[in-house]
């Protein structure tokens, strides 16, 4: 049993979470074995419980790798407001790099209609920005059980050249050994939540008071429905059609990606303890409001093998 | 939370990817759209009945072809216990997945099939289970609604067992037999009404009670840096901490301890779990620990409590399980990762092959191929600082890494 110094009962830091204790193991060895890591943040629940992880593994160091945004250009405002003030606070250098400057440069090509996202676009971006950077490693917030190709990544993943991913060929990781050994051109995914649910996240965010942008929380909003989804209707980042109503609902977002492919549930959870109780009664999976992944059932795994996130 | 890591055995079509879904299912852990999903291809398929193996078989290649090639992990929880089940494939080909599978899992399930029994598989599941030491085994004999839910067959399977379990070498393993039907939901979750001659636990039951402090092997503690903290900042000036996990047992303020390698003493200052101070560091936590004099400490040093040193040898014998395509042969060259610490090693001498199915071993062999396990005596360019396998999971295990392709190769546990 670990006792506080100051008398609190009870911090028995290893039966409480190991998930946390693995994720701080997991970023020193980041800093230690890659000459220029970068975390990977989109402004979601996932890249921020990272960051507090990052400051956990490094107090009373700075985090000592930069931040980076892969921006598609159709973020909720509500997250950029929120990224902003956070590398502020933490006093880290943040990069971004933007999908419409991809588009500019005619190196990938808008999609169009009704389902058009900017989603599998920023894959080009993210590999551009590695190349720029020289980055090695690049740390991320995807979890195993958010979606079956996932539930098979390694926590140190090897990418090649071309930013791809050889799932048959991953590297066997024992133990707690992570091998982060590459070739020059090749980097590494770091994945330190991998081990972590949806639940955990909401419980560690609960547990830690952290901040996350107020789109997560239950508000009004203009909607309206499509495929049995909800959309918002508040910008024109999403297609809409004259026969799709807007009305107002009180909603929430479980995941805070693309704005042109994230959907809204209805909701009244307005507080971090009442989002906790209702993903614990959840009936439907978190990627069930991705868009994306509904193309085909093997959509994850091939965008992944492009270099996706 | 408790969380419990489960590795999983069985071979093709003994229904393992079925049990995992059963369990999801019953657990009312699938989702409705993962659940309608399911129910879309079960039905695309022809199948009168939902297909849970459908629910972790992840890879497209997986799918068209029905069989699980790689390590997946799915996650689920009851109200006590969140609860990660590592998918190992059975086939013959890949007992480096299980080994991989098994080296970060507490307890295992290897399955059989009740029509089979204990096949030549099923001596291969239960001796890397044995040999990584996981502490507690979970027979499943699975698919019993195939025998008539017969008390004699499962007798017969688990005598047959018993039989394997006499030839094991790590013998403080908990084995629990636990006749189940994956498909119908027979003893998974719920307590089949067609076996009342079984008075035991469900498997679920079995695993809730599954008590953590009985399965991680407690050894002595020690403390690889990771890596050094220097922020250099007014506040913290002269603040040099060094971050790692403390594996095998407790570290505490005041403690005496030695740095390796390089002998220097000195005593624990604080111990930091991000900005507060803990007298006292339980096993597995990553902390950050300073120390009362100014002393020299770079990552893959260690830190262990003085009088209670480990093993400091340039030579060592080890079993290992071999991963790679590559085949190791004696004079070989290899980086030796030991926790977080890297050396040179070479091939001194392959003293013999053990055949996992535990048909003996095989001496003379002058190189090792993907799946071999064998005993391996190597030399190091410097020294490391080890405990053996069995007293020290952690300090007693390496993995080697081609420096050629950077690939985890192998695996070995310290003699």
Redesign the interface.
Known sequence: MATAINGSADLDILTRNPLENEAIYIFREVAAQFEKPVLLFSGGKDSITLVRLAQKAFYPSKIPFPLMHIDTGHNFPETIAFRDKLVKELGVELIVRKVQDTIDEGKVIEETGKYASRNMLQTTTLLDAIEEFKFDACIGGARRDEEKARAKERIFSVRDDFGQWDEKNQRPELFDMLNGQIELGQNVRVFPISNWTELDVWSYIQKENIEIPSIYFAHDRNIFLRDGMIWSAEDDVVFRAEDEEVRVESVRFRTVGDMSCTAAVLSRADTIDKVVAEIRDSKISERGARIDDKRSDAAMEKRKQQGYF | ???LKIATAGSVDDGKSTLIGRLLYDTKSL????LE?IER?SRKNGYDYLDFSLA??????E?EQGIT???????F?TATK?Y?IADTPGHVEYT??M??GA??SQAAIILIDARKGVIEQTNRHFFINNLLRIKDVIVAINKMDLVDFSEARYNQIKSDFEELMGKRDYRDQNITFIPVSALKGDNVVNRSEKMPWYKGQTLLEHLEAVD?KDIYNIGTPRFPV??V???K?D??HD?R?F???VYGGELSVGDEVVVLPSMTRSRIKD????????????????V?ITLEDEINVS?GDMLVKAGDLPTIDKQFTATISW?DGQKLTVGSKY?L?H??NKVLAKVDTIHHKIYPDYSGIEEGVASLGMNDIAQVTFRLNKPIFYDSFKNH??NG???L?D?NS???AG?GFIN
């Open positions: 939370m408790e969380v989702t409705d759209d993962k999903a291809t972790t078989d992840g890879l497209v290649a799918r090639i790689d390590v997946a992990h799915i996650y929880s969140s990660i480096r997945n080994v991989t080296s970060t953590r990771q890596y903290i220097r922020p900042t506040e913290f603040f901490g971050a790692g996990k111990i930091y779990f991000y900005d507060k101070k803990y007298r006292t560091a339980t096993r597995r936590t990553s950050t990552r991963m980086v990762q926790g977080v999971r952690t295990s390496f993995i890494i420096s950077n690939h985890t695996v």
